[in-house]
């Protein structure tokens, strides 16, 4: 079973940048796609970010169109982890964020289809 750990959330100002990332276990990791999802208090799940495993053909990367230009999301294969890197936060961007993983479905996009979840990590920006 993957398990999933994130870390590198934090307070920043507006026109900032956060790094996080995700740690997962697990021999098969390599194989799924790796999301990054954030929620606020009242409001579901946003998929934010996706990046394909080697079990699906081509590196496909998938954004939310909100975080295009600002956010990147990569993957190292060798040391298990998945990263997000967050340049110039807006207020907008603030929640927790979440990695997620056990997923091979074309839609990287689909909350639905990723099988495991890290317990969340804060990201506050503040204006």
């Known amino acids: 079973q993957v398990q999933l750990v994130e870390s590198g959330g934090g307070l920043v100002q507006a026109g900032g940048s956060l790094r996080l990332s995700c740690a997962a276990s697990g021999r098969t990791f390599s194989r799924y796609t790796m999301g990054w999802f954030r929620q606020t208090p009242g409001k579901e799940r946003e998929f934010v970010a996706a990046i394909s495993g080697s079990g699906v053909s081509g590196l496909n990367k998938d954004y939310v169109d909100s975080v295009k230009g600002r956010f990147t999301i990569s993957r190292d294969y060798d040391k298990n982890m998945s990263y997000l890197q967050m340049n110039n936060l807006k207020p907008e961007d603030t929640a927790v964020y979440y990695c997620?993983?056990?997923?091979?479905?074309?839609?990287?996009?689909?909350?639905?289809?990723?099988?495991?979840w890290g317990q969340g990590t804060q990201v506050t920006v503040s204006s």
């Open positions: 997620a993983g056990c997923m091979s479905d074309s839609n990287l996009s689909d909350r639905s289809k990723y099988g495991c």
